[in-house]
């Protein structure tokens, strides 16, 4: 039994010392990574007025954060992200539940889902727009139309590959169609819509930034379009690693989520 314990902690301690050496090597990946680039643009190795610098960015970051209006774009683009990104998986998640209910449905709309994931959703954006206006609402909706599609095919395939033997077994005890769902059907789908969420993370970024990028007066997708026009590309270069530093924190706190449900099924 005592061996047994020894064996259990040494394991879990060469699981801790694992994921620091992990995280040692990614920080330094990432500091090598910072101080060649700096290193390049101060010798002039690369341009760097066509590709910044760490300080340079930093510098911009300064100056947007003393004029007080950093934090309002990134409040404005964060916002439009979480509540697509929201919208997107709740209404996806229950228009497949509304398919796996109904087979005969499914049927008929699963050419239509075809056809609307395979299109690009920036064709239907000049539309959108018309329609929604200017404002946050059409950007909302274009992150919505990007990521819904994606998580009701996904989400409804891994409805329909839950075993059928299980489905069976249960309406033989006289389960209800809701009662298959709640108890088996969705505990059974737990890590593919996990995986839709990690997916939805990446998908609404995408349709926010787009919908920024042609309608925006604010937000991280205005800065990098008004820093492109303007040859500002300090400014660009510093949205996009504040953009991409988000997306990641977003990302982390799905992947927690995901450890968390994982331990409770």
């Known amino acids: 039994m005592m061996n047994e314990n020894k064996e259990h902690e040494l394991y879990l301690k060469k699981i801790r010392n694992d994921r620091i050496k992990l995280g040692i090597v990614r920080a330094l990946v990432l500091i090598i990574f910072i101080a060649l680039w700096e290193i390049a643009g101060d010798l002039k190795w690369i341009d760097p007025f066509l590709t910044s610098t760490p300080s340079r960015v930093v510098k911009s970051l300064i100056s947007f954060y003393k004029e007080g209006t950093l ?55 000049p539309i959108i727009i018309f329609w929604a206006g200017n404002g946050i609402t059409p950007i909302i909706v274009i992150a919505l139309l990007i990521s819904i599609v994606v998580t009701i095919i996904s989400v409804l395939a891994g409805f329909k590959e839950v075993d059928e033997e299980k489905i069976k077994l249960m309406q033989t005890f006289g389960a209800s169609k809701p009662q298959i769902l709640r108890y088996l059907i969705i ?22 930034i787009m919908g920024e990028f042609l309608v925006a007066k604010d937000g991280l997708g205005f800065l990098i379009v008004y820093g492109g026009q303007i040859a500002q ?17 977003m990302y982390k706190i799905v992947t927690i989520l995901e450890n968390k449900i994982r331990i409770k099924y």
């Open 187 to 208: 505990p059974a789908s737990i890590p593919t819509l996990i995986s839709a969420l990690k997916i939805n993370v990446g998908l609404s970024w995408v349709g926010v």
């Open 71 to 125: 934090l309002k774009h990134i409040g404005i683009t964060c916002y439009e992200t979480i509540l697509g990104f929201t919208l997107g998986t709740l209404l996806g998640t229950f228009i497949s539940i509304l398919f796996w209910w109904s087979e005969f449905a499914s049927k008929v709309a699963e050419p239509y889902l075809v056809v609307l994931n395979a299109l690009p959703k920036v064709a239907l954006a």
């Open 233 to 249: 590309l300090d400014m660009v270069m510093m949205s996009i690693i504040i953009l991409s530093v988000i997306a990641y924190l």
